[in-house]
C-alpha cells in the first residue's frame, strides 16, 4: 500500500487538526441574514451545513438549482464553495447570478479557476488542489469555512476530537446491502457526506436521510442485509438511541455514533472524523489502495462529462 493514493489520504486525514487549526485563525466574512452556500457533491453537503450552522438565517442549494433560479439570489450574498472551481454548475450559477446578487464569494483551493475569475471575491483554501481525488482535507477545510462564515468563530479543540474519532471509528457498521447514514440539524450534512466517501472510496451502496425522515420512508425497504449508523450529535430527544434499539431488537445491523465535544463545532468535526478514519479503515480491510471510483472509468468518465 506504500505510496497508493488510499495511504496520501490516510496521511491526509492525519494531517488535519493542525492545519484546520491554524486555518481557523484566519478573519472570515460573517454571512448576512439571506445569504446563500451554494455547492456539488462534498461542498453540497458543506454548504447544508451552513444552513443549520446559521440557525436557518442562511440557505443551502445545489448550483444547478440556483442556475435554474438565478433570481432567488436577489439582493443576497451567495457563497459558491468548490474546491476545484471547474465545476461547470458552480461557475454558471456564478455567471447567472451576477448582477442580480449582492455580491459573489467563491470558496476555493484554485485561484486561478474559472469560478474565482467570475467571483466577486476569493476565500481561499490552503491547499493544493488535485484533481480525482476523495476529499477529506478539501471538505473539512471547506466545511471550516462555512462553518464560521455562517454562525462565526467560537472555541474548539480539533486535535482532542480527532483522537475522540480514532477511539470511535470502529463504531460504524457497512452493510452488505446499502448502509445509511442518519442525522439531525448539523448530523444530517455528515451522513451526506458519509455516503458520498461510501460510494467513492468503496463502491458500496450509500443513503443518507434525516433521522426522522428514515422511520418514515426508507424503514420500510429495510433488509436484514443493510445496516443503519446514527449520528448521535445534535439529537436532542433521544430519537437515536431510540431508532437503534428498536432497529437492534428487531434483527436489524444498527449502530450509534456516540456525540463528543462542548460545542457545536466540535461535535460537528468529530463527526466528520470519524466517517472519514472509518472509510478508510474500511477501504484498507478490503485490500484497497485507491479509491474504489478511480477503477469505474466507464462511470468516471461519464461523470467528469456531466460535471466539467
Request: net charge positive; hydrophobic share 45%; charged share 20%.
Amino acid at each position: 500500500m506504500a505510496g497508493s493514493q488510499l495511504k496520501r489520504l490516510a496521511d491526509e486525514a492525519e494531517s488535519q487538526p493542525s492545519i484546520l487549526e491554524r486555518f481557523a485563525q484566519s478573519k472570515f466574512p460573517r454571512a448576512p441574514e439571506g445569504s446563500i452556500f451554494v455547492g456539488a457533491g462534498d461542498s453540497y453537503a458543506a454548504s447544508l451545513a451552513g444552513f443549520y450552522a446559521s440557525n436557518g438565517r442562511c440557505l443551502a442549494l445545489d448550483p444547478y438549482s440556483l442556475a435554474s433560479a438565478p433570481g432567488i439570489a436577489r439582493g443576497r450574498e451567495v457563497f459558491v464553495i468548490s474546491v476545484s472551481g471547474r465545476t461547470a454548475s458552480n461557475v454558471t450559477a456564478a455567471k447567472k447570478v451576477k448582477g442580480v446578487a449582492k455580491r459573489t464569494i467563491a470558496i476555493t483551493a484554485n485561484r486561478g479557476s474559472e469560478l474565482a475569475d467570475v467571483a466577486d471575491e476569493v476565500i481561499a483554501l490552503p491547499m493544493a488542489y488535485l484533481p480525482r481525488t476523495a476529499g477529506m482535507l478539501s471538505f473539512s477545510l471547506s466545511l471550516l469555512a462555512v462553518f464560521e462564515i455562517a454562525s462565526g468563530p467560537g472555541r474548539h479543540d480539533l486535535r482532542r476530537m480527532f483522537d475522540w474519532a480514532r477511539k470511535d471509528g470502529g463504531k460504524v457498521s457497512w452493510g452488505r446491502g446499502t448502509t445509511y447514514f442518519l442525522g439531525n440539524s448539523l448530523g444530517f450534512p455528515v451522513a451526506v457526506y458519509a455516503a458520498a466517501k461510501t460510494y467513492e472510496l468503496l463502491g458500496g451502496k450509500a443513503h443518507a436521510e434525516l433521522l426522522e425522515e428514515f422511520s418514515h420512508m426508507e424503514l420500510f425497504s429495510l433488509t436484514k442485509s443493510d445496516a443503519v449508523n446514527v449520528f448521535e450529535c445534535f439529537d436532542p430527544s433521544g430519537a437515536s438511541t431510540r431508532l437503534s434499539k428498536a432497529l437492534a431488537e428487531n434483527g436489524y445491523e444498527a449502530r450509534v455514533i456516540p456525540a463528543r465535544g462542548s460545542s457545536d463545532f466540535e461535535r460537528l468535526f468529530h463527526a466528520v472524523f470519524v466517517t472519514q478514519l472509518s472509510a478508510v479503515g474500511r477501504a484498507r480491510e478490503a485490500g484497497l489502495s485507491e479509491p474504489k471510483f478511480l477503477s469505474a472509468r466507464r462511470r468516471l468518465r461519464m461523470s467528469d462529462y456531466m460535471i466539467y
